[in-house]
């Protein structure tokens, strides 16, 4: 896949679009945003961490000429400063509000977590301001068999997309995903 970043942003006043179609990757710090950026580009474009906290900008990456994909920094990370929180926090609402050319918002989850607090309080919100979103669980390759299966049972009713970074699960249906959002 031919990718080329764009560029990033830390304050929204920078964001003024591409004119293409853009796919934002939403989750709780170190659920695996940038790894699946570098999974589906098969290249080592975005920073990845094993501490979390690593992507503190908005980061764009041009794909195929032809859209966008977003690397969000991640929520929910304790131990940065209450400030530093609040301006991820401003940063991201006011490119998910704003942004004309957002198409769908990735919301990630870790599957060993499932949804918590956080993730519900952003689909209610993402409901209220009428954004379309899709969930993906991360990190399949840490369960076994058995409970992916028990899993994949318990969230049908949300249609989740499910991926791994590490043997690549789910790599194929999210780029066909993407391809039919286009
Ligand atoms: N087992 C497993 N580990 C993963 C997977 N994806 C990411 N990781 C690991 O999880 C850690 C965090 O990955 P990142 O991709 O940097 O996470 P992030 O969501 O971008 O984190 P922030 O930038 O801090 O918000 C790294 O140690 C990765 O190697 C996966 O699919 N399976
Ligand atoms: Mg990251």
């Not at 990757?25 to 589906?40: C, M």
């Not at 908005?58 to 209450?82: C, M, Q, R, S, W």
């Not at 690549?168 to 959002?181: D, M, P, Q, S, Y």
């Amino acid at each position: 896949m031919k990718v080329k970043f764009l560029k990033s942003i830390y304050d929204f006043k920078d964001y003024k679009g591409f004119n293409l179609p853009e796919f934002a990757f939403a989750g709780r710090s170190n659920v695996g945003k940038s790894s699946l950026i570098n999974t589906l580009v098969n290249t080592k474009i975005a920073h990845t961490s094993k501490t979390p906290g690593k992507t503190r900008a908005i980061n764009f990456f041009l794909i195929e000429d032809k859209y966008v994909l977003a690397d969000l920094p991640g929520y929910g990370y304790a131990k940065i400063t209450k400030e530093a929180q609040l301006s991820w926090k401003e940063l991201i609402e006011n490119y998910i509000t704003s942004s004309k050319n957002l198409k769908i918002l990735f919301i990630l989850a870790d599957i060993s977590r499932g949804l918590e607090d956080e993730e519900l309080t952003l689909i209610d919100w993402l409901k209220y301001i009428k954004r379309p979103y899709k969930i993906i669980f991360t990190k399949t390759d840490k369960l076994s068999r058995n409970e992916l299966r028990t899993k994949i049972n318990t969230y049908k009713d949300l249609s989740p997309l499910y991926f791994s970074s590490v043997n690549n699960e789910g790599k194929r249906e999210l780029i066909k995903f993407i391809e039919e959002a286009l």
